[in-house]
């Protein structure tokens, strides 16, 4: 699968380049604040390796996310199918970027190129995202992606720890929706 470009930005394969990056975002705990903990080093590097597999096994998954006026890394977007332990399935978007990269409505731009992906060459029926209930940030993008959440459907993910972080809600959006 080619690279897809937005205006601002390419959402490629990862590079050894990304690792340091990656591992400080993942070590930052404002952009971990909705995640249980920070990542070390290693489950860092490990977590790109993972996404990467999947980009070459099927053309698609968390591609990592660049700017492409200055060549910086800020991040993934991308897709991939809801985690086997929630109680529904799909095909889920999402998006995580340094916090320098806040603010400029890169999440939405990238996240619009992964749901246009999702339904032109895959043909997806559908398009999940989920979040922790207090990520307003993250659901304002799914708003702006034409994504909507019906509140019966938000869950608590069991793999969480009991706090404000267990909770969950899941926006959808369809082809004609979006």
Do not use: C, K
């Amino acid at each position: 699968m080619p690279d897809l470009r937005t205006e601002r930005l390419l959402l490629r394969d990862w590079r050894e380049s990304d690792l340091a990056p990656w591992a400080a975002m993942n070590a930052d705990p404002e952009v971990r604040e909705h995640f249980p903990d920070v990542l070390t080093r290693e489950q860092s590097d490990a977590s790109a390796a993972r996404f990467q597999t999947d980009l070459d096994r099927r053309g698609w998954g968390w591609w990592a996310v660049e700017v492409r006026a200055t060549g910086r890394f800020i991040g993934f977007a991308g897709l991939d199918p809801v985690d086997e332990d929630m109680p529904f399935s799909g095909v889920e978007a999402g998006w995580r970027l340094a916090r320098t990269a806040w603010g400029h409505g890169y999440a939405t731009e990238a996240g619009r190129a992964v749901v246009d992906f999702g339904f032109e060459h895959l043909r997806l029926p559908e398009i999940l995202a989920v979040t922790t209930a207090g990520n307003l940030r993250s659901q304002a993008v799914m708003r702006r992606l034409g994504m909507t959440r019906n509140p019966n459907e938000d869950v608590d993910d069991g793999t969480v720890p009991e706090g404000p972080l267990r909770r969950h809600v899941v926006f959808r959006v369809t082809p004609d929706a979006s």
